[in-house]
């Protein structure tokens, strides 16, 4: 019995020390868990038509486009049986050119929805007379095709949020607006582009870097979009062999491109009576084979 019981007070005795020695150490410190951040994606939203616009039949509509700026946004939809594709027609010429709306018309009146985008403010003040939007919170063009991206993106966004996300979308891009979008398209964007007098080579990669000479052509490797490529033989603005360049690189590395070289043709094609008919059926054809079209 004297054998058990020391045994016992053995026992209680190493618990009193092991408890003593848990009481001495500092308490670990807790994790806490922060709640959960919550972020807002920016939304498209409608607003009221600019002043002195007087084309019928669109809703218009802002949406952020980077830190202050926002992107200015016209769209129209076909009375064609839905679902039907979209083009977004990128106006990157300082401003809202209203001009834009007539060709956007066409369009619709060919089946497709269509959204304008004013992607670029105007640096000069608009004679009223000129048909143009000042887009006056939009971002400035510097010539930069990192920004080029970012910026396109968010039109993109735009239009996806006007029109529905699960729109089927193809990006069309005159002049300079030709360039940025295949600046756009050269970074994996998947959205099939037409591109119509473009400059392809000879920009910048980033604004803090001006001297850095970056060509389209040079991007290819990660352009996956479909693309057709639309030039005037006769543009004095842009020379055709920038578009022809962008076509054998496209090629060389298995792009899915077409291409259409209107001999004697100037650098607006929409605007030449010789070519417009055929300008026209080739891009709503191209869309139509890449996204589908009713009927």
């Not at 994790?31 to 972020?39: N, R, V």
Request: net charge negative; with cysteine; aromatic share 8%.
């Amino acid at each position: 019995m004297v054998r058990v019981g020391v045994r016992w007070w053995l026992v209680v005795a190493t618990l009193v020390a092991l408890l003593a020695g848990v009481a001495a150490k500092p308490p670990r410190p807790t994790t806490t868990t922060s709640a959960p951040t919550t972020t807002t994606t920016p939304r498209v939203a409608e607003v009221a038509p600019p002043d002195g616009v007087t084309e019928e039949g669109f809703r218009w509509y802002v949406h952020p486009n980077g830190a202050g700026p926002h992107v200015l946004l016209a769209t129209k939809r076909s009375t064609a049986p839905a679902p039907h594709p979209a083009m977004l027609l990128v106006d990157t010429s300082g401003g809202f050119n209203r001009d834009y709306l007539g060709f956007a018309d066409e369009l619709v009146a060919r089946g497709l929805d269509v959204a304008v985008g004013c992607l670029y403010t105007a640096t000069t003040d608009n004679d009223p007379e000129n048909r143009r939007v000042p887009c006056a919170d939009a971002p400035t063009f510097d010539g930069a095709i990192d920004s080029m991206v970012t910026r396109l993106d968010g039109l993109v966004d735009a239009t996806y949020g006007a029109l529905g996300r699960s729109t089927r979308l193809a990006i069309m891009g005159f002049s300079r607006g030709a360039s940025v979008v295949s600046a756009w398209a050269s970074a994996w964007r998947p959205e099939p582009v037409v591109l119509t007098s473009g400059r392809y080579e000879g920009w910048i990669r980033d604004a803090s870097d001006p001297a850095t000479q970056v060509n389209i052509g040079d991007r290819v490797a990660a352009w996956r979009a479909p693309a057709l490529i639309l030039h005037g033989t006769s543009d004095a603005a842009v020379p055709v062999a920038q578009s022809e360049a962008l076509e054998a690189a496209l090629r060389r590395v298995g792009v899915d491109v077409e291409s259409r070289y209107y001999e004697g043709a100037g650098h607006n094609l929409s605007g030449e009576p010789a070519v417009h008919d055929d300008f026209v059926n080739r891009v709503v054809g191209f869309v139509c084979a890449r996204l589908g079209c009713p009927g």
